[in-house]
Nanobody
Framework: VQLQASGGGLVQAGGSLRLSCAAS????????MGWFRQAPGREREFVAT????????NYADSVKGRFTISRDNAQNTVYLQMSSLKPEDSAVYFC????????????????WGQGTLVTVSS
């Protein structure tokens, strides 16, 4: 199983980026997929999750209203649309799969992508 995260880059504050997480090796039809991030010197932080079946979503308070997580069943891909970006959103963003419902620590997730760097300049 592989999770390939992409879409990171450098953007000015107030700008937008869309991250993608393409899953291969199996389908996650009954799974929770998540995005987490980690800034230098900081702990890993929950960003958003989506339940593959049904599409129920959950967001960290810090991104609610600015970020949108979605999935494309046919492409086996999860997206994170990020808008109104702030410098404090700068981090390496990781996608993860097969987490327990409600887990915002990341500890229960079985699979992790390699991360994609997002840098927001002020």
């Amino acid at each position: 199983v592989q999770l390939q995260a992409s879409g990171g880059g450098l953007v000015q504050a107030g700008g937008s980026l869309r991250l993608s997480c393409a899953a291969s090796g199996r389908t996650f039809s009954n799974s929770v997929m998540g995005w987490f991030r980690q800034a230098p010197g900081r702990e890993r932080e929950f960003v958003a999750t989506i339940r593959w079946s049904g599409g129920r979503t959950n967001y960290a308070d810090s991104v609610k209203g600015r970020f949108t997580i979605s999935r494309d069943n046919a492409q086996n891909t999860v997206y994170l649309q990020m808008s109104s970006l702030k410098p404090e959103d700068s981090a390496v963003y990781f996608c993860a799969a097969e987490g327990a419902g409600g887990d915002i620590s990341g500890r229960t997730y079985a699979y992790w992508g390699q991360g994609t760097l997002v840098t927001v300049s002020s």
